[in-house]
């Protein structure tokens, strides 16, 4: 992996994937999509240092991830690791928690949207693993070194409005860390850490759209950023534990707080 | 505004920008970048719904926003309109607060990276009006219509690492409402905003990296998100007040519902 700025980026998402369906190898439809884009478009050819960039909705449509809306609500349980916070409102409660791959999202991260009627979907079993596959396949296919980036959408504390993020990762520098380079003053960059695979999966996310069918971008010009090795995946990129000062709602943590004084105070 | 998906994006950081100093004309010595890259690079003439991402330190550098150093925490003081969270580190303590422009940062964003030795930057008087400000300056100059966003660096929760975000905006539908759209399934989006001008920010902050004194990108291939008016700006991305669930850390909550039943239970 080289570093340094990139003089130019391009993110495409090829049109043309159908309807993911269960027990659909997924990496073989993605690899069918990336030749046939190639074939129209050869300026598209992957090459080595691109990264793909997949939305998790069509991982899960893969695996088989779909369950009854009906059971939504034991489905977000038994996402759940931990419930950080929760709110009522018109519609019921929402439950912002902890899932079992460490990310904090609303409802666990099952999701009622592009998914057939009377149906959610649960996010992939374990996105740092298709994300692998992806890459195995594009390489076996193309003979290029890609990185591989599984997104999602969340929420954000502070900030109105949702945001993609990468909750999978293969072969791409998840963290950007800028330790030990210096700043145009020649003075250290002590505390840049970049989450870069996040602002990947941002990228893509410009031109794929909620609700275009284009569930794969490419993004061109990061090859600092592709790795050799597989790497550890986006898990690297949650925060949990003592280093996590939101590991309650407000709300919560102060309601906690105000029973623990009356229980022992 | 048109809607719908994009096609292709590129993004690019044109180099050349010198040093900005306190006084400097920014939105001019931004044209005189943006013209002088176009006549090496004729392909990237500015073009009608192209985005500019500015990277708030100029911004702060032309206002001279500069401090000493050790006036740091004094400085931080004066940004802060409520702290949401500190912590003791080895090095001192990290205030986590509410700023006044609304945003959610340690240290209310006043940084030391890029700064002449010896002192700190804070952020813009009122980013959004700066944004204004190289939009009309980019519509006189070049007779195109562009929107504008300006970017800075912040940590989130639950997250590891950085990114960048919309701290203002001009031209540039920064939320992307998709409700009333349908997904491929036909049925309504119903709950899905688009935090349109972070990702762009997060975009370009890809190409512009930390290191590399390229403070200005061009996105182009967003058109859809560019709008006549110059808009509310990146203050809308801000969510505060009773919609906040995560006010206050988890340890500050907690300590003062203790305090709350020990003074009034």
Redesign the interface.
């Given at each position: 992996m080289t570093s340094?700025?990139?003089?130019?980026?391009?993110?495409?998402?090829p049109a043309g994937l159908g309807?993911v369906r269960p027990g659909d190898d997924l990496p073989t439809l993605l690899v069918d999509l990336l030749r046939a884009d190639a074939t129209a478009r050869p300026d598209r050819a992957l090459a080595d240092g691109d990264v793909l960039v997949l939305t998790s909705k069509v991982v899960s449509k893969a695996e088989g991830r779909v369950v009854a809306a009906a059971d939504r609500e034991q489905a977000i349980t038994d996402e759940t690791v931990r419930v950080v916070?929760t709110?009522e409102h018109a519609a019921g409660v929402t439950r912002?928690v902890?899932n079992r791959l460490g990310?904090?999202m609303a409802a666990a991260g099952v999701d009622a949207?592009?998914?057939?009627?009377g149906t959610v979907l649960l996010l992939p079993v374990d996105p740092d693993t298709s994300a692998r596959a992806v890459r195995v396949a594009v390489a076996a296919a193309f003979g290029v070194r890609v990185g591989v980036v599984v997104s999602d959408?969340a929420g954000?504390?502070?900030?109105?409005?949702?945001?993609?993020?990468a909750i999978g990762a293969a072969g791409v520098a998840?963290?950007?860390d800028?330790r030990g380079?210096?700043?145009?003053?020649g003075?250290p960059?002590t505390?840049?850490?970049?989450?870069?695979a996040?602002?990947?999966a941002?990228?893509a996310?410009?031109?794929?759209?909620?609700?275009?069918?284009?569930p794969l971008a490419v993004v061109r010009?990061?090859g600092h950023v592709v790795t050799v090795d597989d790497g550890p995946g986006a898990r690297?990129?949650?925060?949990?534990g003592d280093d996590?000062?939101?590991?309650?709602?407000?709300?919560?943590?102060?309601?906690?707080?105000?029973?623990?004084?009356?229980e022992r105070?």
């Open positions: 340094g700025p990139t003089d130019e980026l391009r993110v495409w998402a309807e916070a709110r912002i902890e990310l904090v949207s592009n998914t057939p009627d959408t954000r504390p502070w900030r109105q409005g949702v945001a993609d993020l998840v963290l950007d800028l380079q210096v700043d145009s003053f003075r960059l505390m840049t850490v970049t989450a870069v996040d602002e990947i941002a990228a996310e410009l031109v794929k759209g909620k609700a275009a069918g284009r010009g990061l690297v990129l949650v925060r949990t996590d000062m939101f590991r309650q709602g407000s709300a919560e943590a102060y309601a906690q707080g105000w029973k623990d004084a009356v105070g």
